[in-house]
């Protein structure tokens, strides 16, 4: 009886060492699982079972449920514990509450405008133009998208589209999904976010090398980071971006209503361009900083909707805001696959939509550009295959990446835009094969 009591505590003081460390966690858990049901619900219109069962069914989050539906709030928890609720608002997508949360407070809704003009994709959406090009060889296109699609168990493929000169050359869905399905972008929407700089430098509103204007770092010594150090993440600032963790990056997405402010609070670690650290909190802080460059809040929802996405006919498109009413444009940009390619069109043709100049030419050359310390695979906000990690793509190749595999290459020596979304990421998604397949199809 003694050996099964002493049996019996040690298990007891083991539990409760166990949940002493990961009770928190539980707060990410059901926050993710809270925040991905309801966007994925309500923005992209997928069955709240189809969620839980394949977006949601990863580790971990997969331990919580969906605990109650009220209007467009969602509430999810681990077990009846911790749970958190997500709201979602007309135009600002759905935000996580936190402490402190009124729902009386009303944020400006961003003013929308919908391309209508006769015009095929991608200037239009009046249907798309037919055309065979002599020069590529379409059984190893689709040779090529086969091998993505297949085997889904694997690389957990959606959707691929392959544009060759303005012209959809292939384009295919999985079942459930359809060129009408928003696809959450994940970190996708960082680059979507540092085009709006492109965007205000050519408009002569700021210059991307002139001091980052946060007044908190003015007397200390991270007055001389500068809008290009954050656009490179080579600031210097200290960020831990780890999403098996408590971390910084889990806590900002999770936890906090202002999230530009956890950048801006972190202290330096080193000077401007020693280091290069990925930083979702980077992005956010420039989502912040942008919304400083206008006089009122009405104004900085507008200006990325009236001055790139609506501007190019991205009329899916819906930037998800946190409860303070900041764009997270580290993580939350929605949009559908062709809509996502429009946005890879813009920067295979420099800026020029359709006769009309967005952002200099220059900009996509300094996007492009690789950045110190990273190795040739991280320019201003793009990620580059100048260091040639993928060895049978073109050197040129530069990409919008995101979590779980959303990709845009963009491939200028061969007039070529790709997307891909999915579930799974590399090593399951062979990007090396899939681009090298595709490039090698068009002579």
Known sequence: MKIFKRILLVILVLLGIAIFFNYPKLNFISGYASKNLASSHFIAHRDYS?????????PLIKLAELSKVEGENVTASVYDLMPRETVCREGL??????????????????????????????????????????????????????????????????????????HIIAEEYIEGFSKDTRILGWSMTKSVL????????????LDVTSPAPVASWKNDERKSI???????????LEWEEDYASISDVTKMLFMEADMPSVQMNKEA???????????SGTTNLLSGILRDQFKTHQEYVD???????????????????DIAGNFVGSSYGWATTRDWAKFGLLYLHRGNWNETQLFAPEWT?????????????????????????????????????????????????KDLVVVRTGLGQEPLFDVNKFLGELSAAIN
């Open 50 to 58: 189809d969620i839980i069962n394949n977006d949601n069914n990863m």
């Open 93 to 166: 997508g759905c935000a996580l509450i936190t402490d402190g949360y009124d729902a009386t407070i009303k944020l400006p809704v961003p003013r929308r405008s919908i391309l209508e003009n006769n015009l095929p994709f991608p200037y239009g959406n009046s249907g798309t133009k037919d055309s065979v090009f002599t020069n590529i060889n379409y059984d190893g296109i689709n040779n090529a998208i086969n091998g993505v699609l297949s085997d889904y168990e694997t690389q957990m493929t959606r959707t691929v589209m392959v544009i060759y000169k303005d």
């Open 194 to 205: 540092a085009t709006l700089y492109g965007i205000l430098e050519y408009q002569g509103k």
């Open 226 to 236: 500068t809008l290009n150090n954050l656009l490179r993440m080579q600031s210097g």
């Open 269 to 279: 670690i080193a000077a401007p361009t020693e280091i290069w650290n990925y930083s």
């Open 303 to 321: 200006f990325p909707y009236q001055e790139l996405i609506d501007k190019i006919g991205m009329n899916s498109m819906i930037m998800e805001a």
């Open 365 to 413: 050359d300094y996007v492009s550009r690789p950045t110190k310390n990273s190795d040739g695979v991280y320019g201003a906000h793009f990620w580059l295959n100048a260091g040639g990690k993928y060895p049978d793509v073109p050197r040129d190749m530069y990409s919008v990446n995101g979590f779980q595999g959303q990709r845009v290459y963009i491939i200028p020596s």
